[in-house]
């Protein structure tokens, strides 16, 4: 087994890499990890232009994973998603054989999710939650690592169809991806708008070595105090009626602590801090909140809540 | 898991025994206070005992509860979350859990017992109670009294009660006139009604209780002791001059204080 601090230095020699291509997105690359290693899977919301699609294959192309994109569109049906099956001509023979769909890879980018339709959007989801794709009668089992990156643009809703709660709750992190700062988007112009050469990434690890590492993030020991404060923390969410109209699930509370476990990791520890609890109650809350009215009349965001309950 | 398991068991005894040690100082500062307190009111001083060891009971429980292993991580900033961290998953078996075992036995190497007891607090009880100790034989020495516990007592218990005392005046009302001259002083008579309080101090006292011996038997030499003297003096050589009406009233008087008891 690779030791603890040689996880470390695989992960920072990733981020090392990334910070090639990617520039000013560390917090996000990080959650990406995060979902990575908790085989989970993740909701962005940003503007566009802002590199998520360039993130998540150049992530794919250092873990060794096979990445593939859904652009969302209205009209995207179902059978775009999962695969379909199509007459085939062989031998003097015709038949039926499954065309795999787009799902059919190792890390896949929905893209703008809320603009497909909610039966486009289930045949993502069910791919997502079971980790498979039913099609017809047969049922086909996904390769693994299964991750999904689906992006939402906060801007532009007319004509889309919103995740409800109960379907945005099936991803683990909710991450919000921020303008660059201005040194950053200098960075970004004289690396992209100038005649320098993209730095070809080569693998760091195997897709054998990132199943191991997901198994050792669920073995990542936590303290029986820790386990209660995040549970205390996610059942306030619910009882703070005045701010809250709707609060997290117990689905919560799991993703909470699996994400404090995959960011102990990757900083090379064997325990699970409070500090990690603080830092991924944001991404992990975020989306499983609904506002009060009161809330909105104080000016508060998710985030300012969710604050005050910590 | 084994070595982390007697290593945990080792802290929380050295724990438990600061906390027992903590707890016995206390108590003996409240035990003290209260033997004080009972040599001021008059009161027996194993009453002491009762309010010293109900708070020593009640301060050992407060320790014991409040020994945990965050208190350690508070001392040890290098142990901190994975001392609980490790303690809570100590049946875990993994390869980073048995990591963190490893780590955190070899943190605790540098934990001493000193690093728990306050010496400073420590000092401060033992002075208070060599303190309390002085006061204590220097009150009981000096017999000294606040309150009398005992009088107070009684006072509340005759509080509203009509208690019916034998008065001379009675008997001066009931013809026999003012015969102070007779009788004396009115304050001797009310002399008998009063409780005599009588104290034998230990310290300041001459006697020495502990030196018993056997009597020796002595032979006393003729003429130590003085002659017999012979009196036979009549009431008239005497000068006594009693008339014989004056002899009834004494009579009565002491008739009637007999069949009064």
Partial sequence: MASIDNIKKTFDYISRELDKVIIGQDEMLRHLMVGILCDANILLESYPGLAKTLAVKTLAQLLDLKFSRIQNTPDLMPADVTGTYIIEEGGGKRGFVFQPGPIFANIVLADEINRATPKTQSALLEAMQEKQVTVGNKTFELDRPFFVLATQNPIEQE???????????????????????????????????????????????????????????????????????????????????????????????????????????????????????????????????????????????????????? | MKQMLLALRELKQVLAQVAFSQAVLEGLIILLSSFIICVLINL????????????????????????????????????????????????????????????????????????????????????????????????????????????????????GQDRARPDIFEFQQAGVGNESDIFGNESLAELGLEELQVQINPIFSEINLQDIKEAK?????????????????????????????????????????????
């Fill in chain 1, 159 to 310: 004509g889309t169809y919103p995740l409800p709660e109960a379907q945005s709750d099936r991803f683990l992190l909710k991450v919000k991806i921020t303008y660059p700062s201005e040194e950053d988007e200098i960075k970004i112009v004289n690396q992209y708008a100038e005649d320098v050469p993209v730095p070809e990434l080569k693998p760091v690890i195997k897709k054998a070595s990132i199943l191991h590492l997901q198994k050792l993030t669920r073995q990542v020991p936590i303290s029986n105090d820790l386990k209660k404060y995040v549970v205390d923390l996610v059942t306030k969410t619910r009882k703070k009626k005045d701010l809250i109209t709707y609060g997290a699930s117990p689905r919560a509370s799991i993703g909470m602590v699996l994400a404090a476990k995959a960011r102990a990791l990757m900083d090379g520890r064997k325990y699970v801090s409070k500090e990690d609890i603080h830092t991924m109650a944001y991404p992990i809350l975020r989306h499983r909140l609904i506002l009060s009215f009161e809330a909105e009349r104080k000016n508060m965001d998710v985030d300012d809540v969710i604050k005050s309950l910590m």
């Fill in chain 2, 44 to 159: 027996p001083i194993y009453f002491g005992f009762i309010p010293g060891s109900l708070y020593f009971v009640h301060l050992a429980n407060k320790k014991f509860k409040g020994i945990k292993l965050s208190k350690v991580e508070e001392e040890f900033p290098d142990l901190k979350e994975q001392l609980t961290t490790a303690a809570d998953n100590l049946y875990r078996k993994n390869d980073i859990v048995a990591g963190l075992h490893e780590d955190v036995l070899r943190l605790m190497k540098s934990i001493k017992t000193s690093h728990f007891i306050k010496f400073k607090t420590m000092w401060r009880q033992l002075v208070a109670i060599a303190a309390l100790c002085f006061a204590l034989i220097l009150f009981t020495s000096l017999n000294m009294q606040f309150v009398d516990y005992k009088e107070i007592a009684k006072e509340i218990q005759e509080f």
């Fill in chain 2, 217 to 261: 038997e002595q032979e006393f030499e003729e003429g130590a002791f003085p002659a017999d003297i012979e009196a036979k003096i009549t009431a008239q050589e005497g000068g006594e001059n009693i008339p014989k009406e004056h002899k009834e009233i004494v009579k009565k008087y002491f008739s009637g204080l007999a069949a009064e008891q």
